[in-house]
């Protein structure tokens, strides 16, 4: 894809993402930073959900090869507030700094109120035309307060266009990429706001 061909051409860049949120009444402002050492993610989400006002902010890091390495998720609901942690270290995972052997093997992390999770399996599985792949992500219902490993489906449609499913069955979604394999659209639940580059 050339927007991945053009990023190499730069020391690092930044890319800052507004989405919108639809069914979770929210929205989110992203911003990437991608350089020789891999990516690093902030993002903050604020909104209204089931009449209790929400904010998240998390700080994603992955390797060049967008394996996850570390995720911290600050949670604020009404007046409850909590911080969760996951690192990486020689191929397993620590979840509050306490072994977590269930999400070993594990690459990927999904959080339930933002897209860019989904760039996560997209970049890092490079699937050509109507290639499909079997995953197990760490999710996070953020509302919910549940962190489990969920198995998930990937089927590249074409070049913009993923078919996601959740192993199951339960929920199925065509999802819309950039260039970037950044979400433009996903259908009932987030939408592309706006976009901008920064590079140097």
């Known amino acids: 894809m050339t927007g991945y ?5 730069h020391t690092w860049m930044q890319t800052n993402i507004i989405w919108t949120g639809l069914q979770y009444h ?20 604020v909104g209204y959900y089931e009449n209790k006002i929400y904010k998240v902010e998390y700080n994603i890091e992955t390797n060049v090869n967008w394996e996850t390495k570390s995720a911290t998720i600050r949670i604020k609901i009404d007046d409850a507030a909590d ?8 191929e397993k995972w620590f979840l509050n700094g306490v072994p977590a052997d269930e999400f070993n093997g594990v690459y990927d992390i999904d959080i339930s109120l933002t897209p860019f999770t989904n760039t996560l399996p997209v970049r890092r599985l490079k699937l050509t035309g109507y290639e499909e792949q079997v995953i197990t992500v760490i999710y996070f219902d953020v509302l919910d307060r549940q962190i489990k490993p969920l198995k998930q ?26 260039e970037d394999g950044l979400v433009k659209d996903y259908p009932t639940l987030f939408e592309m706001s706006a976009k901008s580059l920064l590079s140097c």
């Open 5 to 9: 061909y053009y990023r190499k051409k």
């Open 83 to 90: 911080t969760i942690t996951l690192k990486k270290n020689d």
């Open 153 to 178: 489906i990937y089927t590249r449609l074409t070049a913009h266009n993923y078919k996601y499913e959740n192993y199951d069955k339960s929920f199925t979604a065509n999802i819309q990429t950039d």
């Open 26 to 45: 929210s929205i989110e402002h992203c911003s990437w930073t991608n350089s020789a050492n891999g990516n690093e993610i902030v993002s903050t989400i």
